[in-house]
């Protein structure tokens, strides 16, 4: 079969990850799980230990919260997929590693140059790959400018990310409807 690459998108519950590893569990043989959180308090901590424990023992796991695109290059484990869970950290730990100053067009910029850098490692890849992401678009404007700048940020991303997709799946309480 050849390679895809597939985008799960959705908000925050809505069933994202619990799909993309249904569907892993059912195609590939040989798995990369990365995961992008980083265990900042005692809440994120139970929940990264929560996901580990879901995950199906055979499978592969690199914990890549910063240098995404470089560290899934730079791994040796032999995978015929790829699931990335998820954009949404990878965007907030991208932006809380800016310079608090940072102009808008300027984060939106460092997300895209990472989101590119990202696509780049998959079409020289043979896997097929699963991004997950959050859909922020939909929700409440953001009250603060840390919050304004992650919304376009990671907007942005999943634009770039949806347009090369082969597919483009949103998620909503659980129920996947294909966009694409």
């Not at 799980?33 to 230990?49: C, E, K, N, S, W």
Request: glycine content about 8%.
């Amino acid at each position: 079969m050849p390679k895809r690459l597939i985008f799960l998108l959705g908000g925050a519950r809505s069933g994202k990850s619990r799909y993309a590893e249904a569907w892993a569990r059912g195609q590939g043989a040989h798995l990369l799980f990365v995961a992008t959180a980083q265990a900042g308090d005692d809440d994120m901590a139970a929940r990264i230990a929560a996901h580990r424990a879901n995950r199906p023992t055979h499978w592969h796991t690199l914990e890549a919260a910063r240098q995404v695109p470089q560290r899934i290059a730079g791994c040796a484990i032999p995978h015929d997929t790829l699931l990335l869970d998820c954009l949404t950290l990878l965007t907030s730990n991208l932006l809380l590693d800016l310079p608090e100053s940072t102009a808008q067009g300027d984060a939106n910029e460092a997300i895209l140059r990472e989101i590119d850098a990202l696509l780049a490692v998959y079409e020289r890849s043979d896997a097929t790959w699963l991004l997950v992401s959050n859909e922020v678009g939909m929700g409440v404007v953001p009250p603060s400018r840390l919050g304004t700048l992650f919304r376009d940020m990671l907007g942005r991303a999943n634009q770039r990310v949806a347009e090369r997709a082969d597919e483009v799946i949103l998620l909503v309480a659980g129920l996947p409807w294909k966009l694409k």
